[in-house]
């Protein structure tokens, strides 16, 4: 199996590349067209600045890239933001696979901190993306912005205000949490995601 | 619920883990990576590498170690010590390490706090800080806590957080190795003045210091060393115990 991550302007690609090889799949890093689109699966991760990201991908034409991809793709963190349709972060206009705006977290006198930083659960789990034993596992977090629950969202995961740990539609799929630094939980939902 | 975090601490020399180790059926207690493993599969939520090498040729080793530890270790990882300017953080980094650990660094030149936030986030920037109770003032100190300075605890976690800290390591010198709990007044102080998380050191001894430091202390995430690695205490009980007491963990 062929899987490739997008290789952009992101930090922490190399984390998902030791994640992969953990499970045994050796990963291609890679910006060339053909072949993301000749990959099994695809994965976009990344930690970042939206519209800094954003700019690179539109001027390394690999937005539309990323669009017309018929294969298993999987956004994580930045990655997933970037596939929604607008983010606050730097009022910049995303990829728009997902219809859902990225807004900032908001603190509250209870949940003060932020970034959201550190293990959280995921729950109400939708979709073949998640084993279903998985409800309620901890997943590990680290984020200022957050992508309210919508109807493409497959976990839901509360702080602050309850919001999207998860994302599906067609062939696309994202996490905002790391999946590459969740554990044995992390490599549970990758090795299932290779299996789709 | 944001679960509060357990992380062990581990000094490096030249490549080896320096304290001691009492595991049942642990052979390789001196590999920093074996022990990193054998600690997440325990429960850990975070670990800390901390390079207590002075030389350079220490330095290389320690680099090539983050990059083992990266490929191996499943959960966050922050590297700290002889951190003192971005091509260190860069260099770290791109072996692999999560998050890096600044300390006299940050105090002597501040603004390194700003060019690691501008550059590769805040998330990725822990300050930590030594500091010792006396005078009923919080002092900081450098260099691993041999040289006073004129800066104190509040003040500094303070303007630390402004020029873009993620994360704020506080280590009490006056708890440190005491083994009578954390520095909770301070923690809770601390925790209350800031907005981004907090991590408890300096102190552990027993199950319930750990939950004082996260109830009394209101820290985000409790530090030890000894404690885990002479085996006085198991990450799995302590998060069995944690919970029970009613402080939310990831088990």
């Known amino acids: 199996m062929q899987v490739a991550i997008i290789k952009y302007n992101a930090g922490n690609i190399c984390s998902v590349e030791n994640a992969l090889k953990r499970v045994g799949v050796t990963p291609v890093i890679t910006d060339d067209k053909e072949t993301l689109q000749k990959a099994d699966k695809v994965i976009f991760p990344g930690v970042g600045e939206a519209a800094s990201t954003m700019q690179y991908l539109k001027a390394h034409r690999l937005d539309e890239l990323i669009k017309g991809l018929r294969q298993p793709v999987l956004g994580i963190c930045i990655g997933m933001q970037l596939m929604c349709r607008h983010s606050e972060e730097g009022d910049v206009d995303c990829l728009n696979i997902f219809d859902a705006e990225v807004k900032r977290f908001v603190p509250t006198p209870q949940e003060r901190k932020v970034p959201h930083m550190g293990w959280n659960t995921i729950e109400q789990l939708k979709s073949d993306m998640f084993p279903i034993e998985l409800e309620k596992s901890f997943v590990y977090f680290v984020h200022s912005y957050y992508v309210p629950v919508n109807k493409n969202t497959t976990a839901v995961t509360d702080y602050i205000t309850p919001f999207s740990a998860a994302l599906h539609k067609d062939n696309f799929y994202a996490t905002q949490f790391h999946i590459e630094k969740s554990g044995k939980v992390g490599e549970h939902i990758l090795n299932h995601f290779l299996s789709l | ?251």
């Open chain 2, 1 to 251: 619920m944001l679960a509060k975090r357990i992380i062990p601490c581990l000094d490096v020399k030249d490549g080896e883990t320096v304290k001691g180790v009492n595991f049942v059926n642990f052979r390789s207690a001196g590999d920093p990576v074996e022990l990193g493993k054998c600690y997440s599969d325990q429960g850990a939520d975070e670990l800390v590498y901390l390079d207590i090498t002075a030389s350079h040729e220490g330095r290389k080793t320690f680099t090539e170690l983050v990059k083992k530890v990266a490929a191996q270790v499943s959960i966050p990882f922050t590297v700290g010590g002889g951190i003192n300017e971005m091509k260190d953080v860069d260099r770290l980094l791109s072996a692999g390490a999560d998050k890096v650990s600044i300390n006299s660094a940050a105090i002597r030149n501040p603004n390194l706090i700003e060019d690691i936030a501008k550059n590769f986030g805040c998330q990725v920037c822990v300050v930590a800080i030594d500091a010792n109770f006396e005078a009923d003032m919080w002092r900081c100190y450098l260099n691993g806590g041999r040289v006073p300075t004129d800066k104190y605890l509040f003040s500094w976690a303070k303007e630390a957080q402004e020029r873009g800290a993620g994360e704020i390591l506080f280590t009490s010198m006056t708890h440190d190795g005491v083994k009578e709990g954390y520095a909770n007044e301070a923690l809770n102080r601390l925790s209350n003045d800031l907005n981004i998380p907090v991590i408890a050191s300096g102190g552990a001894g027993k199950r319930e210091h750990f939950r004082d430091a996260f109830i009394k202390g209101n820290a985000d995430a409790a530090l030890a060393a000894s404690v885990f690695h002479f085996g006085e205490i198991g990450i799995r009980d302590l998060k069995t115990y944690l919970a029970e007491e009613g402080v939310c963990v990831r088990m």
